[in-house]
């Protein structure tokens, strides 16, 4: 069965220090994959998807993610962390193309410490 | 800035009462989405609407749960009877583009707690 696991439900690291959450996928062929950020009592907002192409993927507020097809990851990573990034981070998959099946993780919460 | 509406934005009731929930997607778009957010299953699609269209509704319990679009400005999810189980956040989220590929945008949510 499809899945996307996040390892890590929480995190913390230092303002400053670099970042780097982790997301797996269980899906036999190309996924398309996205990451998207939850503010406290707010909806999700899209940081950065993958459909195809260059396996490195720039996203806004300076987040990137890389497509490792040999693992079946999509981690996110930042390498200066903000305080402001505190937040639940969302890794999902689409079932392919024309498809709405989208399966979200369970959400790694992030701590800035100052 | 285009953004997606819900309301309310928080709802308690009382086991057994009905709750409409509307989501005011952004213009334009032509796909919406309903999710539930609980602590226990995380994110979870309860339907999918494409041009007005239900296209899958499956994640929803069929005898209490129902979502209609009467207009492409709004989107709607009911619960009847509402029961304990069904507290949660309520999202709806909308989008445009091929499916699949389509960015979502979400709405800030409708907390829901029934007594």
Redo the contacts between chains.
């Keep these: 069965a499809q899945s996307v696991t996040q390892p890590d439900i929480h995190i913390t690291v230092s303002e400053g220090a670099s970042l780097e959450l982790r997301c797996n996928y269980s899906y036999g062929a190309t996924p398309y994959l996205f990451w998207y950020v939850q503010s406290p009592g707010q909806g999700l907002q899209l940081l950065l998807k993958y459909f195809s192409g260059d396996t490195l993927v720039q996203g806004i507020k300076g987040f990137e993610a890389e497509f490792k097809r040999s693992q079946s990851s999509f981690n996110l990573r930042k390498p200066s962390v903000h305080w402001s990034d505190a937040a639940e981070y969302f890794c999902a998959v689409a079932l392919g193309s024309g498809t709405y099946k989208y399966i979200f993780g369970t959400g790694t919460r992030l701590k800035v410490l100052a | 800035d285009a953004r997606?509406t819900q309301t309310p934005r928080h709802k308690v009731t009382e086991m057994g009462q009905e709750v409409t929930m509307r989501c005011q997607p952004i213009l334009g778009h032509n796909?919406v989405?309903w999710y539930r957010q609980t602590m226990m299953q995380?994110?979870e699609?309860l339907a999918?609407f494409?041009n007005r269209a239900p296209?899958?509704d499956s994640g929803m319990p069929k005898d209490r749960f129902s979502a209609e679009m009467p207009d492409a400005t709004l989107a709607t999810l009911k619960i009847q009877p509402s029961e304990p189980r069904d507290s949660a956040v309520y999202?709806c989220?909308s989008g445009l583009g091929?499916?699949?590929?389509e960015?979502?945008?979400?709405?800030?949510?409708t907390r829901l707690l029934v007594l």
Excluded at chain 2, 98 to 101: V, Y
Excluded at chain 2, 103 to 109: E, I, V
């Design positions: 997606v796909t989405f995380g994110l699609l999918y494409r296209l899958d999202f989220a091929w499916a699949g590929q960015t979502q945008y979400f709405g800030p949510g």
